[in-house]
RNA sequence: GGAAGAGUGGCAGAGCUGGUUGAUUGCACCGGUCUUGAAAACCGGCGUACCUGAGAGGGUACCGGGGGUUCGAAUCCCUCCUCUUCCGCCA
């Protein structure tokens, strides 16, 4: 959620981000409303505290003239609070319906971006930030899609899936299973290695909560619901990890704050269909590895670079090509100031698949949930949040599979090694 | 799921027969005096948000959340949530 006070103070700024990012004209629209919205609120505002600290005096006086015996007097008085009461009442819905007004237009903003971010309006703008410094691999003629090398050698079975569940919920076997925790383990050893704590978060969340990190009410209909219970399954570790700090001031001697945590993710992807959801391109069930960041302003930038170079050196250590995107103004989420996402390809696919999608949310998160920090000069400040994949599972295990597969087998990386305690899937 | 009790400022803990109580006090924390330095002692400060003001300051709201009674509520009533204890169930 941007900040009132940025919309009135920088209205060009704000304007003119929100053109990079492709906002509709409507929603530009909003930004007139937004300030004329938030000057009628502060004169009701300023009506109201005026209207009920009159009243309070009243009251005092009129306690004081019971306790003395003045009834009449008091009785007097009396009726004049009443009055005044009606007033205030009049004043307090209005209030009330001017802050409702009002969140309910500047929810529809998205975040602005950073200057850095290229304009454009569809994923094929964005820009190639940094791209893979070897060779692709040449797989030759027989190379085989992650789906039938899973088939081959027993690793994951889709149609399981389907008679348990349905499509897009693969059911692990085998070495595949032992795969998918040997790289669990990995990035987190990866990531509490490079000073991240380590976090097991519940995986349903209430409302509150999943409003925090602006899923709600933006991505309603991305996220599984417990009706009877009100509770939403969690779309990304994000959202629980962030939340942990929802409501809170921090001392700037508690930066940095750095989370992992591994958790299944649960998406409903509804109106996916085709080869992008062939194989584990596309699940509505799937692990991922989260990194967390909450930083000073001034250090956030730098934060996030250092969370880039993180997620590089995974790819880099289980070997995969790969790529790293600065997305584009159109294609940056909602919530995000500057995005890198990082994308492997599928030798077989002729495709590159989004593995880490990693993210600068400036002050768009902590301003929903009151996440500050006391600086300086003493007044509270909103914290900047960020948050980045590291790494999500599926597709990686898609990749791995097809990158390394030879005649008669797949390698598993030397890194990787240890944890799966095979070096070889036959 | 059933029964009882409880939720107050960073923590501990008063107030809860309604009226200068945003809230006694202790600890923690910050500044100062003292000291070669430290500790102790003493003095002072010490919540958040919003409105107003150039500023100093002034005002409003908040004692788990929401609603109600009343001129006036942390204090009374309703409701929801959470915690504790006991019972039931159970990985």
């Given amino acids: ?29 909003l930004v007139d409303k937004i300030i004329s919205e938030d000057d009628k609120r502060k004169v009701i505002q300023t009506n109201l505290d005026n209207i009920l600290s009159k009243t309070n005096k009243l009251s005092d006086e009129i306690g004081i003239l019971f306790k003395s015996g003045q009834a009449s007097k008091a009785t007097e008085l009396k009726s004049e609070v009443a009055a005044l009461k009606d007033e205030s009442k009049i004043l307090e819905t209005q209030l009330k319906d001017v802050k409702e007004l009002l ?83 990995f990035f987190l050893d990866e990531a509490i290695s490079a000073g991240y704590q ?43 990890l962030t939340n942990l700090y929802r409501d809170t001031i921090l001392q700037k001697s508690d930066f940095p704050i750095k989370l992992t945590g591994y958790t299944p993710c649960f998406r409903r992807e509804a109106g996916s269909y085709g080869s992008d959801v062939k194989g584990l391109n596309r699940l509505h069930q799937f692990d991922k590895i989260e990194i967390v960041r909450i930083e000073h302003p001034d250090k956030s930038y730098e934060t996030l670079m250092e969370m880039v170079n ?41 495709r590159w698949l989004e593995v880490s999608s990693v993210s600068n949310f400036e002050t768009f998160q902590s301003n929903r949930m009151k996440l500050r920090f006391r600086d300086d000069d003493g007044k509270t400040k909103l914290a900047h949040t960020l948050n980045g994949s590291a ?21 598993i990386p030397e890194a990787l090694q240890p944890y799966t305690g095979y070096n070889m899937i036959k």
């Fill in 391 to 411: 790494l999500a599972l599926a597709r990686i295990v898609a990749t791995l599979l097809e990158n390394h597969q030879v005649a008669d087998g797949i390698k």
């Fill in 1 to 29: 959620m941007l900040e009132i006070g940025n919309i009135k103070e920088d209205k060009e700024r704000i304007i003119s981000g929100l053109k990079k990012k492709n906002a509709s004209q409507e929603q530009i629209d």
């Fill in 310 to 350: 993180h997620v590089e050196s995974l790819l880099k250590k289980l070997e995969l090509p790969y790529r790293i995107l600065r997305l584009c103004g159109g294609d940056m989420s909602f919530n995000s100031a500057l995005t890198f996402d990082f994308e492997t390809y599928s030798a077989a696919q002729g």
């Fill in 103 to 185: 969140e309910e237009m500047i929810i529809q903003l998205p975040n602005t971006p950073h200057v850095s971010v290229p304009f454009g309006q569809k994923a094929e703008d964005n820009e190639v930030f940094k791209a893979w410094d070897k060779a692709m691999p040449d797989l030759g003629e027989n190379a085989l899609p992650h789906w039938e090398l899973a088939e081959k050698y027993n690793l994951i079975s889709f149609k399981d899936g389907v008679t348990l569940t349905g499509s897009g919920f693969p059911v692990y076997k085998n070495q595949g299973a032992r795969l998918q925790r040997a790289l669990i383990n």
């Fill in 198 to 240: 380590e976090i097991q978060p519940p995986l349903l969340v209430n409302k509150e909560t999943a409003k925090a990190t602006g899923q709600l009410p933006d991505k309603e209909g991305q996220m599984y619901y417990c009706e009877k219970d009100d509770f939403y399954l969690i779309p990304t570790a994000e959202v629980p």
